[in-house]
């Protein structure tokens, strides 16, 4: 299973972008996917997922500017963040993974194969 992660970039704060995640070797519809984010300096940190039934769950941070989705028929998954804000700023990593419950959407360890990450900068 091999996850390729694109769209990152530089953007002003207020900005938009989509981060995509192609997958091969699973098929995103009877899978979990999610995007994680380590800021500079920090950890690791969830920011959203989606089950194989498309129940989603996000970050507080995440909550109403950004949206995680999927397409079936391109395996591939994507984020898309508006209202970006300089605390976005973080390498952003796709992960996929089976068997994937509501309650453990959130953890890093839910999820088996992780995508190269892509570094979103947003500047004020």
């Known amino acids: 299973v091999q996850l390729q992660a694109s769209g990152g970039g530089s953007v002003q704060a207020g900005g938009s972008l989509r981060l995509s995640c192609a997958v091969a070797?699973?098929?995103?519809?009877?899978?979990?996917v999610a995007w994680f984010r380590q800021p500079p300096g920090k950890e690791r940190e969830f920011v959203a997922a989606?089950?194989?039934?498309?129940?989603?769950a996000y970050a507080d941070s995440a909550k109403g500017r950004f949206t995680i989705s999927r397409d079936n028929a391109k395996n591939t998954m994507y984020l898309q963040m508006n209202s970006l804000k300089p605390e976005d700023t973080a390498v952003y990593y796709c992960?996929?993974?089976?068997?994937?419950?509501?309650?453990?959407?959130?953890?890093?360890?839910?999820?088996?194969?992780w995508g190269q990450g892509t570094l979103v900068t947003v500047s004020s």
């Open positions: 989606m089950k194989w039934d498309r129940g989603t």
């Open positions: 070797g699973r098929t995103l519809s009877r899978s979990a």
């Open positions: 992960a996929s993974g089976g068997g994937v419950i509501q309650s453990a959407m959130r953890l890093m360890t839910s999820y088996d194969y």
